[in-house]
């Protein structure tokens, strides 16, 4: 039993083919791309630029999504070249087991879980902040209490009350949940509206908040270099060259959710073309309304601002200090900042469910993640570990730590499917690929190197707990995984 067997591409392309047996192709080349965006555009975009403009960039936090845009396109060409040749749910689960073997593939796998479930976890608890900025900004009602409503490591710095539980943030995981349990059509539905209203908010932002831009608050445009410390104590680089590397790393989060497009390859009609247009074209739009927001954002706020009292929705705060005449507008994106939150956590919560559904039917996790809804055709009892999995993460750890954890796992994964393109070119020269990513190996290289300097950027604290993270997948697979294989075993189906 060897722990560098790969899978036969012969037989991932005959799970692709087998689907009367599987999950549904329901979902069209539009369904991706507003998957695509449901799930990019959220707490990456509304919470996280306000936290790299104050602990990293400033106003050069502009430069940082460029950055963090280059790597994450170089990793879309190599995204779109292996989703559209071997469409079949897993993302680089899949493309790993391929080209790499097993015990990679499982590390893969493992990172995923970090990549999605905390990422699911992220959201939602920026959900639960944006809700009590509903309840106390748009309702004018008492918010839910502190101690309901932030993990037992946070503390109110105003009254100095501590958290107990994330109750708003448990409660959407688990509508978001069980409405994947009832189909992923009825889900890209949902996530479909959700999507316009949402674009519609930050192009509104971006062009009504041009005009209150103070050019005071973009100079110096990159800030001399420093070091700031957050309420933490964690020491970030701020200002110069890795003060916009750093904060590229954490606005990096922003861009997470374009690779679960791939997840659901097996889903989707005509994959070999429509993959490839979901995958980019979700990247590009969203890329484009990312460096025009932070731009604004950055405009019309200071960076004390985000240090202090607007950390949280900063957003909403924004706009209510700052853009005299439009605190409808404030209350407006409060609401749809809700709204498109949930979207980002569905396309998280199905990425997962379906990496978790690949590794059960290989084996690697329990055969019940396999086990498909006999109505609904969804993995249902894969949807209900992972509610519980993140539930507890969303409901007991600080969004910050989950968030920059679910960064450095995801641009770990991104480094494994740039060198697995350039692994498949060598071992399947023949391979049919509807969409093939330009100039290999040149392209592949500089995305792992690009992402490789987005993970130094996040600081020593984030590679210690990725490390903690993959010891304990490494445990897993020689205890559990490696035994029940069924590729090593001979057991395929």
């Known amino acids: 039993m060897s722990i560098w067997k790969r899978k036969p591409l012969a037989q991932l392309l005959a799970e692709a083919a087998d689907s009367e047996k599987g999950l549904k192709r329901t979902l069209t080349a539009w369904s991706l791309i507003a998957l695509g965006i449901g799930a990019i555009i959220g707490a990456g975009l509304f919470v996280r630029t306000a936290m790299a403009a104050s602990q990293n960039a400033g106003p050069s936090v502009t430069i940082a999504f460029v950055l963090a845009a280059v790597g994450c396109a170089l990793a879309g060409l190599c995204y779109a070249e292996l989703s559209s040749s071997i469409p079949i749910s ?272 290989d084996g690697l996790l329990p055969k019940a993640f396999s086990d498909l809804h006999p109505k609904y055709q969804t993995p249902y009892k894969a949807n209900i570990a992972i509610l519980i999995i993140v539930g507890l993460f969303a409901a007991f750890v600080p969004g910050d730590i989950v968030g920059d954890m679910t960064s450095i796992g995801t641009l770990f994964a991104f480094v494994l499917v740039c060198v697995a393109v350039i692994i498949l070119r060598k071992k399947e020269p023949n391979m049919v690929r509807q969409f093939k990513t330009p100039w290999v190996p040149f392209v592949p290289i500089l995305g792992v190197i690009a992402c490789l300097l987005m993970m130094v950027g996040l600081g020593w604290t984030n590679w210690l707990r990725l490390f903690a993270w993959m010891a304990l997948g490494v445990i897993f697979y020689f205890v559990y995984s490696k035994k029940n294989s069924k590729l090593n075993n001979g057991s395929q189906e």
């Open 90 to 361: 897993g993302s680089a689960y899949t493309y790993t087991y391929a080209t790499m073997g097993e015990f990679l593939a499982w590390i893969i796998g493992w990172d995923l879980i970090l990549e999605y479930a905390v990422g699911a976890a992220t959201v939602g608890i920026a959900w639960s902040e944006y809700l009590n900025n509903l309840l106390v900004n748009v309702l004018h009602t008492s918010p839910i209490p502190y101690s309901l409503s932030h993990s037992p490591f946070q503390t109110d710095l105003t009254t100095g009350e501590s958290g107990i539980i994330n109750l708003p943030a448990l409660f959407i995981v688990g509508a978001i949940s069980l409405l994947l349990i009832k189909g992923i059509q009825e889900s890209a539905f949902v996530n479909g509206i959700i999507v316009i209203v949402k674009v519609a908010i930050v192009i509104l932002i971006i062009v009504l908040g041009w005009q209150f831009i103070n050019p005071v608050n973009h100079t110096p445009y990159i800030p001399p270099s420093s070091i700031f410390t957050d309420q933490h104590g964690i020491d970030h680089n701020f200002g110069g060259f890795w003060g916009i590397v750093g904060a590229a790393g954490t606005v990096f989060f922003a861009f997470i959710g374009f690779d679960a497009v791939s997840t659901a390859a097996q889903e989707t009609k005509n994959p070999k073309r429509n993959m490839p247009i979901g995958i980019l074209g979700s990247l590009a739009i969203c890329t484009i309304l990312y460096i025009l927001f932070a731009h604004v954002l950055t405009g019309v706020a200071t960076v004390e601002d985000f240090r202090g009292e607007g950390g949280e929705a900063s957003v909403a705060f924004a706009i209510q200090k700052y853009m005299t005449g439009y605190s409808w507008l404030a209350n407006f994106v409060t609401i749809a900042i809700l709204a498109g939150f949930s979207s980002v956590i569905l396309v998280m919560l199905l990425g997962q469910s379906r990496v978790f559904y690949s590794m059960g039917k």
